[in-house]
């Protein structure tokens, strides 16, 4: 009798060759739960838009560095001088007032506009130990141009400057001078010039200039003192 059951007996077995193995047994299919792999995908999800909303907001807020530039501070161009001083001209020929003036042998630059020319002639208004501070007779301005050298004149108040630069030992007031001629002009000598007939202020005292400095006329309106034209 044959105890093998009925569905075996007709199982046949496969020949053994040798060298040759048996194929193993195929793995058998597990199958996951859904919902784990469901969370897992969401997961994942999540954290890919989180990572990129992250670096977004880096990229946006991040700004360069830049260095800043140090600053350099331009010095203002210094005035010039000749632009602070009054300038006459036949509309505003102002020029000074008569407290600055009170004082004798007090002096005032200006500019004077050369009516033949119209160029404004660099003066000096001087205030005479002699007449009214509100008459023009207590004043005298004139050119500080010489007439016939490229020179300055000069107001030399210093006595010993006199003496010294120019060799004038007799002087008691301040005196006019030209630097390149060693010319002293006397502002309380008037003289009459050569040729015209009219008296002029500052006589010449030493030196060898043919006339004084170009006068500037002169005029007192209330506590003005105005410069009217070049001589």
Known sequence: MNDQPPS????????????????????????????????????AALLVIFLAGRWALRSTSVQPKTEAQPQIEVPAPAPDPNTLLPHATDDA???????????????????VRNRLTGEDVPALLVRLPIGSASQSTGYWAFSTNSPYEHCKLEFVADLE?????????????PMVGNPCTQTLFDPLKTINLPGSGAWVRGGIVQGSDLRPPMGVEIRVRGKDIQAIRVE
């Open 8 to 43: 075996d007996r007709f199982k046949t077995e496969m020949p053994h060759i040798p060298g040759v193995s048996e194929p193993a047994p195929a793995p058998r299919a597990t199958g996951g739960n859904p919902a784990v792999k469901l969370l897992g995908a969401l997961f």
């Open 161 to 173: 400057k006199l003496k010294s630069d120019y060799g004038f030992r007799r002087a008691n007031h």
């Open 93 to 111: 020929p102002g020029i000074a007032g008569i407290a600055e003036m009170a004082k004798p042998w007090s002096t005032k630059e200006f500019y």
